[in-house]
Every structure is written in C-alpha cells, then in structure tokens.
C-alpha cells in the first residue's frame, strides 16, 4: 500500500448548544453553533507500521500496530477517541495506514463544548487522509465509536455540529432525520460561555441513566418511537402511571423541543426577550426536571442574570459542571466578563475560563 506522502493540519471545532438540552439521543431538535475553540492534528505518514498519538496537553504519546486495531479493547483513557474512529475506519473498509498523529486542543476538556467530539471528528479526517466519505456519515462514524467503543450512549449533535457547523451562524439540527438548517441571529449580540472549571464525577454515570430513564418514561406510549412524538397533553394524562423521576425526565425533554421551536421563532423576529426567557425556562427544566445541573452552574446562572446587558443564561452541555453558554449585549461583554469571573471566584475561590465564541465553520484540511 502506497503511504501518502506529506504532513497535513486538519482541524475540528468545538461546539456551544445554545439551547435542546438533552433532546439528541431523544430524536429531537438541538440548536448549537461550532466555535473557534478546536482540535488540531498534524498528521504524517511513518514507515514504523504502527499508528502513533501524541497529545500535547495530556503530554501522553501511544502507538498501536496499524494493523492490529481492530483487535484493540477500551483502555478508559484519552487514547480511546483515536482508537474509536480508527475501527471505525476500519468497518468501513478503509485500512488505517500508518502515521504520527500530532494533537493540539484549545476546546477545554469536560467543559460540555464537545473536546471529545472535536477530537473524534479531526482524528477522522487525518486517518481517512482524503479518502471521501460524506459529512453525515462523518459525522455518524464519529459517534459510532463514541457510543460502541467508549462507552457513552451520546446523540449524535456534537459530532454534527463540528462538522456541518457555519460561520456566523448557529445550525437547527432535526436529530431524527438528521437534517439542518442555518439560523442567523440577531445583531448585536455575543454568545459567552463562562466554565466553571469542576466537572462532578457524577456526571459520568449520570448520563447513561438518564437515557435509561427516558426509555422508561417511552414505554408507557407503544405507539411512539421516541419522547419527541409525545405531546405534552399525552404525558399529562398517562402522568398517573409514570414514575415520578422518568415522567420529570420526560417533561424536560418535551418541553425542551418547544423551547428549542419557541428560541428559532424568537431569533427570526430579533425578540431578545423570548429569547432570554426561553435560556433560562431551559435551565430552570434542566435544574429541576432532569437533574443534571450543579452549585457552581446555578450560581452562574444566577449571578449573571443580575449583570447589565445579559439577556438569558443557561448551563450547556452534559451537566455535572462545565459550562454555561450567556446571551449578552455586544456593548456589555467587556463588563460581564469582568463582574462574572469576580463573583465566581470571590463564591467558590476558582478563576473561571470565559470564551467569548464566534460561530465557525465546520470541520476541514488547513491550508
């Protein structure tokens, strides 16, 4: 097999939700925007036979037998995003060839704007080495080896938006079709995510659960494939059979597709105080329905709700700590900025990270 010759830079985005928490892995509709936080891999081709990973911030280098990869088992470490994709790769009938692998990461890991689909999606294009497969297949091999290699029963919005994502704009994802269209919105207006800096442990088994507790709540409606086709009048009246945790989980998530409908209708008329309202409505449900918030996320929230120029807050992501993703008046950023990380740190004596995140374009080849 002829080895390709020459180093090539690709990269793949984060990405910030701005509001259909949750809704993914319900078949429902998500509305994130990729940002200029991304994943970088350098990638050359080696004459030792073996696929080689170098992480420049967990300063950790492995290397496999190329052709031994798709005997490889999870090793519950970083390592096992690369070796995801490559049997990935693999099932698709495209032999992983031999290279180095030179990772650089500017999305900050376990802050819910999606490191590890950033590197899932780069880690792709490098090994693929331009061999053509289409986005969306992309996109769902990436989270193949994120649910059957890693472990973690995720929707398929984080890998989608690092590789459809648009600059200047946020994308309206339909997680059952898996179609997207663009959402401009309105002037004058910046997307702030403010991290927390603590992701809870809890967190990691949380998830799975909450998957499990929205099948749970699904069983009592046969007649429907996913949350998403129950309207909230058919929750309401089966509400006496359903267990209390399961129906709260199903109401987050039913809801949480309105609000999603709601926000789209409200950037189209520039009404920035529905789409204020929808932000918080949207943690509020996150808070208390599906339980996946944390003290320092409330806080945030709270505090920044209180500061001139914000127009809604709401966490994003996971949960369990990482991020929340603000609405703030272009004019009032520079002050947000200043009187968030003050509060923050004066509460819980940690300095937050703020980014400020510009809509960006989709995965891809650096010049």
């Given at each position: 097999m002829a080895v390709a010759q020459g180093v090539k830079t690709w990269r793949a985005p984060g990405r910030v939700n701005l509001i259909g928490e949750h809704t993914d892995y319900n078949q429902g509709f998500v509305l994130p925007c990729a940002?200029?936080?991304?994943?970088?891999?350098?990638?050359?081709?080696?004459?030792?036979?073996?696929?080689?990973?170098?992480?420049?911030?967990?300063?950790?280098?492995?290397?496999?037998?190329?052709?031994?990869?798709?005997?490889?088992?999870?090793?519950?470490?970083?390592?096992?995003?690369?070796?995801?994709?490559?049997?990935?790769?693999?099932?698709?009938?495209?032999?992983?060839?031999?290279?180095?692998?030179?990772?650089?990461?500017?999305?900050?890991?376990?802050?819910?704007?999606?490191?590890?689909?950033?590197?899932?999606?780069?880690?792709?294009?490098?090994?693929?080495?331009?061999?053509?497969?289409?986005?969306?297949?992309?996109?769902?091999?990436?989270?193949?080896?994120?649910?059957?290699?890693?472990?973690?029963?995720?929707?398929?919005?984080?890998?989608y938006a690092s590789v459809f994502g648009e600059s200047h704009a946020a994308i309206l994802i339909d997680c059952r079709s898996t179609d997207h269209q663009v959402v401009r919105l309105p002037d004058g207006i910046e997307i702030v995510a403010v991290n927390t800096m603590v992701k809870h442990e809890l967190g990691k088994s949380a998830y799975g659960q909450r998957v499990a507790e929205c099948q749970?709540?699904?069983?009592?409606?046969?007649?429907?494939?996913?949350?998403?086709?129950?309207?909230?009048?058919?929750?309401?009246?089966?509400?006496?059979?359903?267990?209390?945790?399961?129906?709260?989980?199903?109401?987050?998530?039913?809801?949480?597709?309105?609000?999603?409908?709601?926000?789209?209708?409200?950037?189209?008329?520039?009404?920035?105080?529905?789409?204020?309202?929808?932000?918080?409505?949207?943690?509020?449900?996150?808070?208390?329905?599906?339980?996946?918030?944390?003290?320092?996320?409330?806080?945030l929230v709270d505090q920044a709700l209180t500061i001139d120029g914000v127009i809604g807050a709401r966490m994003t992501g996971g949960g369990f700590g990482g991020c929340t993703v603000n609405l703030v008046d272009s004019k009032s950023v520079d002050e947000f900025q200043r009187a968030i990380a003050e509060r923050y740190q004066s509460r819980f004596g940690i300095q937050p990270a703020v980014y400020l995140c510009q809509p960006s374009s989709g995965a891809g080849l650096l010049d």
């Open positions: 940002i200029g936080l991304e994943c970088r891999i350098e990638a050359r081709p080696s004459s030792s036979g073996r696929l080689e990973a170098h992480s420049r911030e967990m300063r950790d280098t492995a290397e496999w037998p190329a052709g031994q990869i798709p005997s490889l088992t999870p090793q519950r470490h970083w390592t096992d995003y690369v070796v995801g994709v490559a049997k990935e790769i693999v099932a698709l009938g495209f032999p992983v060839r031999p290279m180095r692998l030179d990772i650089a990461s500017t999305v900050p890991a376990g802050s819910g704007l999606s490191s590890s689909a950033a590197l899932e999606v780069a880690t792709a294009l490098a090994l693929l080495d331009g061999r053509s497969i289409g986005k969306l297949e992309l996109a769902r091999l990436c989270q193949r080896a994120e649910r059957n290699f890693v472990g973690m029963p995720c929707g398929i919005m984080d890998q749970a709540a699904l069983a009592h409606f046969p007649a429907r494939t996913s949350l998403r086709d129950v309207t909230f009048e058919e929750l309401e009246r089966a509400a006496p059979e359903i267990p209390e945790t399961p129906l709260a989980r199903a109401k987050h998530v039913i809801l949480e597709n309105h609000r999603v409908q709601a926000f789209l209708r409200a950037s189209e008329n520039a009404d920035l105080s529905a789409m204020g309202r929808l932000f918080v409505e949207s943690h509020r449900s996150l808070q208390h329905d599906y339980e996946v918030s944390c003290e320092e996320l409330d806080f």
